[in-house]
Every structure is written in structure tokens, then in C-alpha cells.
């Protein structure tokens, strides 16, 4: 959900056939990742762990297992590891011959559970943290409903079957996709029993499933909650922190861009995303890391002009060089303006590979010609000549790169408080 789409990983480990494992706390994480190592030695294949938003931002007391050392390296054999159609064909097999033995691991882990009601005619299915929202308001229920807690892929048929004797009506809570639903309903439907879920209309199919969203599919009354005054607690978009560089960056690229009525900035993954909000609202497109080269690229193929990508040093040396490669190999009409704050600034302040005069000189190897490949400093007092650089670089036709660099705010406080 905090990603560029809602993504659901459990296709993944469907389309690829293996095994996957949903924790609902970190706990469980912890110790699924145990089990994940082994199985993925049994089985010789990748484990999925399947993490949600609500678990992957939130943070919990984890107790620990006995240590264990790493398991002695050992070369595989080449024939499984150079995947020629032959040899692909004879894997592909081999790992449908595992399928039944992954749906027996599944159908006895200790991490699935099923309590039965012997009261209640409602069965829930649930997995990851969608059990813990459920566990938080089955006591409010007149009758505690039966439940069926899913922690792996391929689903426990067994334990479904006998749930789904054993009720009803069957409520699925899933965070995600309606995966565990689809499957249960099948093309033609399940007769006789009452399906309830995403695809029902009782849980959202967009955003994350909350306490409230699952109680109200229980047929729960809201909690009272606490009602706040809006104005008492105005919306606070993010934004770049005061002294940003970036800020100054855009700041003289949008004066750059001043009379061009179809300048396009295709943008990247980093801090410097928030430049598409306002007050700059200088950005028109931000998809996966380096996105925005190829697509300035193919933006000024298609007869935008100017066509910009916007891009950070660690980005850039992620992967915005193999599309910069193509375009200046085709010398495109088109201005990379690669905004280098000297830090991987949104994951933390890990160290970035490049910045600077290496910067350049990466360009250069890519076949961008090294007059085209220009370096300001983006402070307020730079604003009349970073725009008129960029300007320039704008009028070039073909392929150029500005390298706008000033260290990140935050990095420069941290070595000051370290001082
Ligand atoms: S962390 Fe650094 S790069 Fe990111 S917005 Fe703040 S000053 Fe700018």
C-alpha cells in the first residue's frame, strides 16, 4: 500500500510455485524466516515471506531462537543453475514433482490453525494481520464464530475443508488482494454456503483492512470514538525539509521551463518525489526507479520538447544508466538533471555510490559528451545561473545531463550533532 501499487505478493509465489509463509506479528516473522531457510533446503526452491504495510512499519519485542550457524556452502551443479531450454524443462518438472509434497507441508504447519465453534454457525477465515483484527472484536460476538488462521501458500485444503463443514456462513479476511477468496469461490461458486469478503462488498478492496473495517464486516457496532474538531488537526502532506537542495534544484528548473508549453519532467524514486506536490508542483510523472530517463527518452522520441528527467545520484547508479547508455548512444533530445544530495536520503542516509565529479564522469563513460555534462550547486544565490544552465542544456539537441549537486540537509546536521 505505500508502494506505487497495492501489490500482492502471493501471485508471485502462485505463478512461480513455491512456497510462501504470512506472519501476523513480528514474532511469527521471525520464526517463519527459520522455517523458510529450511524448507527452502529441503525443497531447493525460494521461499516467500509475505509482509504487509501495517507489519513492516510497525515494531514489536521479538524473543529470539538458539543461534545457528550458516549451513556449509556448497556449489550447485550446473545443469540446475544454467537454465537452457533443456535444462529449464527438466527443473520445471522437478518442481512440479514437489507440489504435493508443499501442499502436505502446508496442511501441517504449526502456523495454520483451526478452532472450531461448537455454538456458532459463522466460519472465518483470516490470515496474516487481518487475524489480528479479527481477534481484536470476536469477543463482542454473542457466539465465538469458528476460525481458520492462514499462514501458508499452497493453502491447507484440509483444514478448509473442515471448516467449511463446519459452517455456514464464511467470512474472509485478507489483507491484499481477495486471494484466499477467489480460490474459495471458484468460477462456478461455492453451493450452499454463504460467501462473505472483498469481492462481497463487506471488506474494502482498496486500502488496508483496519479493526474498524473488519468489525463492521462482523456485523459489530463502531466503538465510540473520539470525535476531533478538523481544524484542530489540519492534513500535513509531506515535504521536503527546510534547506532541502533539491528545493533550489526545482526552483531554478521550473524557471528554466518558463514559455514551454509542453515541457514534461519525468521524475524518479527518491525525496525529491515531492517536488510533484505544492507549492512547486514541478514534476508530471513518477513510476519505479529509473523510470524517468527511459521515459524522458521515449517522451522525446514521441516529439516532446523538452523533455527532462529528474533523477538522484543513488537512483541514477541504481538504474538510470543502462536507459542514459541508450539515449546517448542515440544522442536523443533530452536533459537529465541528476539532483545528487550525496546519500540515499529516504531509506535512512546509507552511503550512495556515486556523487559529484564521479557523477560526471559516469556520464561520460555512458557516451554523453562531456561538454553537455554540466555541474551547478543548487543554493537560493545560484537560482539566475543554475536556470540559465539548465536552459542551455535544454537547447542543446541531444542528449545532456546536469549534475546539481549540494549534500543532503539532514547528513550535514548528523555530522554536526556528532561533532
Ligand atoms: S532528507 Fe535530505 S534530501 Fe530528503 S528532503 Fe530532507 S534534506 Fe532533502
Redesign the pocket.
Known sequence: HSSQNEQERRYYALFARIFSLEPRNHQEAYEMTRVAFDLSEKYHIPILLRLVTRLSHSRSEVVYGDKRDPNPLRRGDWQDWTLLPANARRRFAALLDIQQDLVREANSSPFNSLTLSPTSSLGIITSGIGYNYVQENINDLDQPPSILKISTYPLPLELIQQLMSAAQEILIVEEGYPFIEERLRGLLGVQDKIIRGKLSGDLPLTGELTPDTVRAALGLAPLPRLEIEEKLLASRPPQ??P????YDTFVALKEALKGYSQATVFSDIG?YT?GALPPLSAIDTCVCMGASVSMAKGGAEAGLFPSVAVIGDSTFTHSGMTPLLDAAAANVNMTVVIVD?AVV??TGGQPTYATGERLAQICAGLGVAPEHIRQIIPLPKNKEVNSRVIKEEIEYPGTSVVISTRE???EVKKRAKRR
Request: proline share 7%; glycine share 8%; hydrophobic share 35%.
Open positions: 521536503l525539509c534547506g532541502c537542495p533539491h525525496c515531492l544530495n536520503a529516504m543532503c540537509i539532514q
